[in-house]
Each structure stands twice: as C-alpha cells, then as structure tokens.
C-alpha cells in the first residue's frame, strides 16, 4: 500500500515544495508539464490533429507563452466525443469516471487513473490544510456524492489529509445538524445557499452555532455568491466561510481555493496553466481585467484538457501573497461568457427550460427566467406566457402550472416557481425575447 | 338555452383590466355583469355582455388570451328562496356547479352557472319547468 506522508500540524503547507515555488520555479516546472501533455495528448487521435494543424510539438513548447499555439478545447469538443473519445490513456488504465447531467445533450464525462485520483485528493488536502484544517479536525461534507464531484472529491482529499470524515451527503438538514454536535464536526463543505438553510433550521431548533456545535472552518463553492453573502454566512455561523472552485472538467474541486488571507482563489500553478482571455478576440487580457478563465490541465493522465474554456468570467488579482504561497490569486467568478445559469450549486442552460415549456400545446413560446435572492436563498422563476385558454376554470390552469413544474424539475433538478401570464406580456428587447434576468446579489 | 360569457386571462399587474375594458368600449358593448375573483398571479376576468360573439373576436384580435364559454342564465322570480329552490333542483340531480354568480335585470333574478354537465342540466331544467334564458330572451329583457 502506497503511504502518502502528511506534515508535522504546525507545518503551514502541506505541500511545502511545490506550495511556496517562486514565479520562475513555477514556469519552469509548467513548460516541463505542459510538454508531457502535449506529448500524452498526441496519442489521441483528435488531439493529434488538432496539434499537428497548428504546428505543436513538445519539442516546440519553450515557454508557458507557448501555449497560446495551442487550440481551445470546449464543452461542445467533450460532447461531441462522448464519451471517451479524448482519452488519453486506455480504457484499462481508468479507474472512474465522472459525469455531468447531460440534460443539454451528450453528457460531458471526465475519466481518471489512479494518479489522476490520488493528485485531485492531494490537491483538495493542499487546501483544507491551508485554511488550518489537521488530522484531528472533523469534515463534515453535505455535498452530493455519486456523479457530482464536490462529494467524492472532498472525501478523498480529506481522509488524504487525515481527518476523520462524515459523509453525510446532501439534504436532510436536522440530520446534518445531529452530526455536527453529536460528531464535533469543525469544518463543513457546503453550497453557501444550503448554509444559510442549515443555519434557519439551527434556530427553528434553538441550535446556536457558536455554542453547540465546534464549527470553525467552512468551504463554500460550486454556487456564485458575493462577497456579502460570504459576510453573512460568516457571521451567522461565528466561522471563517473560505470559497472553493472546482470542475468536473479538471477533476472538480481543488482547482483553486482561498488562503488565510481571503484575497482570491489560489489556482494551482503547478497542475494546471491558468489564462484569462478576451471571450470575444480570445487573446490574452492584462493581469485585473476581467476575462474567460481558460484552463490546462498539466498534471493529468486519463483526461487533460487543453485550452479548455471554462465560460467563467474573472481576471488576476495577483501573483503573489502574504501567506507565502505565489501561485496566482484569481477573483472570485463574476459571472459567465454563455448563457450557462448556476443556482444551488446546479448548472442550467435557458434551453433546457425551453424543451420543457414547447412541450405544452397550451403555452406560448415566450418566457422568462428570473433568478432572485430571497432571504439568501436563490430562486428561479419561470413566467411563460399562455398560448391559448384552454379553460377559464382556476383548478385547471393550476393543474397546468403543476405539471409544468413538475417537468422542469426532472429536467433541472430545482424547483423553479411558475408563473402562467397572458400573451404578449413578457418583455422584449430591441425585437428580441428577453430570456434570463438575473437580479442575484451575487453579480451585482 | 345557454348564453355565451367572456371569460379573459389577465394578470396580476395594475392596467390588465382596464386594457380588456377599453376594447369592450370601443366596440360599443353594454356589461351586464361581471366578475373577477381574487387569486393570486393571474385572474380569470368573466363578463357577460351584449354581443358577446364580437366582442370575443375584438378582444382576440387584440391579442387576449379569451375563452366564449356557453353558461346556463336561470332566471327565478326576485323573491326569498327562489335562488334556494333553483340551485336546490340542480343538486339534487347531481349536477355540480364550477362557478356562478348572479345580477338583478328587469325584476328579475338572474343566475349565472358554469358546468360541466350542461347537457344534464339542460335536461333538469326542462323537467322541472325553470327558465334559462337565451341571449335573444336576454336582449329583450335589457330592452325592456
């Protein structure tokens, strides 16, 4: 059995030698890494011809700037190929997949070697140690666990690090809140939204966060918020709230993660090369402009993706911090290059909406998605226009609007509110529909 | 023996109705009844009105989500208990009302009911001798 080692507790880093690289030792080790994945990537045969248009060789990498020779890699690539057609290793070799829900179309599924696995866990552990978290500390992890990778990627990343870990999985708040007295839970990995929910029933049950339960250390991600709502939570539960990203893409969390300091996301420099770029020009934009996040995946065996663009908007805070760590600071997500929504946590596209909705003969083809922050709870709200009345019966219309929420949430997962409203009363825009507000504290 | 209501979806906003109110008055059309339901999100606005047919058609061609349902208008004698024996007559053959609502024209009690079985009820109404009025029996009334 292979013995990862872990640092004496009053050890900063858990990875010192690669945590506190200086900028040049990071570049050197990137061009080092990126010329393995260029080579690994020329045994897939779609990689390879997208390589060889371009002109890319290994041997031609010399510097991280080269890797702007490189083609992007997109969600359409991964679906198009589904589902193992970027592989870059044999099936065998593959220890687990992950997947996306695919209700957009092809699924976009992401495969792992052992390495791979053992690399994402190290990286998770890099971070929760990073915010003071030891082996004798108590995970709790209320992420869904199966396909979504915030559940096994935490868990795996904690029990690297040695804590001991309750799996306790989504949902269920009074359980959660059992768990976190009964086991002396420290440190959570929530969507903040679900905190806020977790910290209502606290209070219906007369639970105080500060005195009940050891709470000290939360990892919130996986849902835009801003920095007012991280504020909230903080003071709410009495903790420090530290914002996670990840995706499935890369592996899922452990991307990047905020330190002591809370001044922006530390990306990891040495697994992955970080870009931001014009969504429109796609050319490099300058250290705090906001652009598209582009990543690379360097340290990947089964699945590395260059040039992926992630569609997340954000720029450079930094590339350096009083935590000793140099690895860049990136800001944390203002929104998104495509019309991709992210609620709870749950990746929507408006399209998906739109299936659902032109399947009743009854509704028109006009809607609009409205995404509100009630209370800190992220709402969707559906309001479709009817196309005929079918019936001037109030039972009837109510039983419409069921059926119809009922359908978007098999198809989205979260149940939006819908509202029926009569023809030709939604907005439009210069002649065109008005399909998504977002009114989210969130962006604003 | 059923008249013809307008029934038009309208939502919640301040101005639906009086944008359903200005076609009826354009195209000249008297109400003689009418009625809107608190509920929330959306209403179902009911109108009876003459010459419901051109109404119907001046409100869809302004793009109004509007239903032309047939309804049955008994007409009982304006006294104590003639709503009671009326409706009590339905009941007891089982006919189930979705909604009614009624209004006073020329001495007269007018009950408006929506049903689901209105050729049933038809047939009640004809065996126990009430009077449902027609839409040329009910011009006439407001005539008068």
Redesign the interface.
């Known amino acids: 059995m292979i013995k990862f080692p872990v640092p004496d507790d009053s050890c900063e880093y858990f990875d010192k030698e690669h945590e506190t690289m200086t900028r040049e030792q990071i570049e050197a080790l990137q061009v080092e890494r990126l010329r393995d994945t260029v080579r690994r990537c020329m045994s897939n045969p779609i990689y390879k011809k997208r390589l060889d248009d371009a002109g890319v060789t290994p041997e031609s990498i010399n510097s991280v700037a080269d890797i702007r020779r490189i083609p992007f890699t997109t969600k359409a690539d991964l679906r198009d190929n589904y589902p193992f057609g970027l592989s870059c290793v044999p099936l065998r070799d593959c220890v687990r997949l992950h997947s996306s829900s695919g209700t957009t179309g092809n699924p976009t599924v992401i495969l792992h070697t052992q390495n791979d696995l053992d690399e994402w866990a190290n990286q998770v552990a890099r971070n929760l140690w990073m915010v003071g978290l030891r082996p004798s500390d108590v995970f709790q992890n209320s992420s869904g666990y199966g396909m979504f990778t915030g559940g096994l990627g935490f868990q795996y990343g904690a029990e690297r690090l040695g804590m001991l870990t309750v799996p306790a999985a989504a949902g269920n708040s009074l359980r959660q809140i059992k768990f976190m007295k009964d086991f002396d839970t420290t440190a959570l990995h929530a969507v903040p939204s679900y905190v806020t929910r977790l910290y209502e029933v606290m209070q219906q049950e007369g639970v105080d966060p500060r005195k009940d339960t050891k709470l000290k250390v939360l990892a919130i991600g996986a849902e835009p918020h801003s920095e007012e709502q991280r504020q909230r939570i903080q003071n709410m539960l009495g903790v420090k709230a530290y914002n996670s990203f990840g995706m499935s893409e890369m592996c899922g969390p452990g991307v990047g993660f905020e330190c002591k300091e809370q001044n922006g996301l530390h990306f990891w420099e040495d697994y992955y090369i970080v870009e931001i770029v014009d969504p429109e020009t796609l050319e490099p934009v300058p250290d705090g402009e906001i652009g598209e996040l582009v990543l690379t995946s360097i340290k990947r065996e089964a699945m590395p993706l260059l040039r992926y663009r992630t569609r997340d908007l954000t720029r450079v805070l930094g590339r350096t911090c009083p935590c000793g760590r140099n690895h860049v600071r990136i800001d944390r997500m203002k929104g998104r290059s495509d019309d991709m929504m992210v609620l709870r946590g749950v990746n929507i596209f408006p399209i998906q909406i739109e299936k659902i909705l032109m399947n009743f003969k009854e509704l028109a083809s006009n809607y609009l998605i409205t995404l509100t922050t009630d209370e800190d709870n992220d709402n969707m709200t559906v309001e479709v226009e ?9 039972a009837r ?1 109510q039983d419409l609007k069921r059926e119809v929420t009922r359908q978007l949430k098999d198809e989205i997962l979260l149940t939006p509110i819908v ?7 939604l907005p439009v825009s210069d002649g065109k529909a008005v399909r998504v507000v977002d009114k989210r504290k969130v962006y604003q | 023996m059923t008249i013809r ?1 307008i ?5 919640d ?1 301040a101005g ?1 109705l009086v944008k359903v109110l200005d076609v009826l008055k354009e195209g000249g059309h008297q109400i003689l009844t009418s009625t809107l ?1 608190d ?1 929330p ?2 209403a ?1 606005y ?1 109108v009876l009105c003459t010459d419901a047919e051109r109404a119907f058609k001046s409100l869809k061609a302004a ?5 032309l ?1 047939d309804v049955l208008a008994l007409a009982v004698a304006d006294e104590p208990g003639s709503a009671a024996s009326a409706i009590r007559i339905l009941s007891d053959a089982g006919i189930s009302i ?1 909604y009614m609502y009624s209004f006073r024209l020329a001495n007269k009690g007018i009950l408006v009911i ?1 049903t689901d079985q209105t050729d049933r009820a038809k047939e009640v109404i004809i065996l126990n001798k009430l009077q449902a009025v027609s839409e040329s029996e009910l011009s006439a009334m407001i005539k008068a």
């Open positions: 009817l196309e005929e009345l079918f019936t001037d019966d109030y219309l509202k029926l409203v009569p023809k030709g009363t | 209501q029934s038009v979806f309208i939502d906003k639906s339901a509920s999100e959306f179902i009911r793009g109004f989500n509007v239903l349902p979705r929506r």
